[in-house]
């Protein structure tokens, strides 16, 4: 999964990016709300952690010209712990909120429910056959026995997981999978694909020709 951070403070957003990737996600940050807004339209996230008091652009600006085009889940994360803040952001568009200082299992806790919710997921545990993905837990179970994964597997297994029945083209996945700072192989994604099916069984992971992958 990729994940798009807009926040000005320069320790808070690295701290908060090298977490997100021990997490296993793919993560692009910006400390502007232009260069935010410039990001979140190009690029199709996962979900968006977005700071409400930013340079220039303020986060509800961003917020609500983004959602003029885009409805990708927005976190935003705010200072303000007063009531009007808070709605104002929900009613903007925001998709949920935490207030600084705050700690870490919240935040995954949060855009992992997000991402969830903009999947039509109404649980964590998602349930593909003898396949089970816990994409809070972050593991994989085959026939109930846990099936160890790289993070890369697992976020490429939760993508076409949360995606069951679409075909999910390769530029999608390359894009979810995979940060601005990556350079890739462009073989990567074919490695990926077939150590998950290795992992997971030959027909786990549906090739259709000339369009993608897909789990059906």
């Known amino acids: 999964m990729r994940i798009l951070i807009v926040e ?3 320790d808070l957003l ?3 990016a090298q977490a997100l990737r021990e997490e296993g996600y793919a993560v692009d940050t910006a400390d502007n709300g232009d260069d935010g807004l410039f990001n979140a339209e190009g690029t199709d996230y996962a979900a968006i952690v977005l700071d409400v008091m930013l340079p220039g652009m303020d986060g509800w600006e961003v917020l609500k010209r983004l959602r003029k085009t885009k409805k990708t889940p927005v976190l935003m994360l705010t200072a303000r712990d007063q009531t009007r803040d808070r709605v104002k952001g929900l009613d903007t568009g925001a998709d949920d909120y935490v207030v600084k200082p705050f700690d870490l ?3 995954f806790a949060r855009l992992r429910s997000i991402i969830r919710r903009s999947a039509n997921k109404s649980t964590n545990v998602i349930a593909l056959g ?3 993905v816990d994409t809070a837990a972050r593991l ?3 026939k109930d026995k846990p099936v160890e994964l790289t993070a890369r597997e697992f976020s ?3 993508f076409l997981a949360l995606h069951r029945g679409e075909v999910v083209t390769r530029t999608q996945l390359y894009e979810h999978l995979f940060d601005e700072n990556d350079t890739t192989m462009s073989n990567l994604l074919d490695v990926h694909v077939s150590n ?4 997971l069984g030959a027909e786990f992971i549906a090739t259709r020709r000339g369009h993608g992958y897909c789990i059906e």
Not at 196 to 199: G, I, L, P
């Open 14 to 16: 690295a701290s908060l």
């Open 130 to 132: 003898d396949v089970k």
């Open 196 to 199: 998950v099916r290795k992992k």
């Open 105 to 107: 299992e919240e935040v």
């Open 140 to 142: 994989v179970s085959l």
């Open 8 to 10: 000005d403070e320069p």
């Open 156 to 158: 490429l297994v939760e």
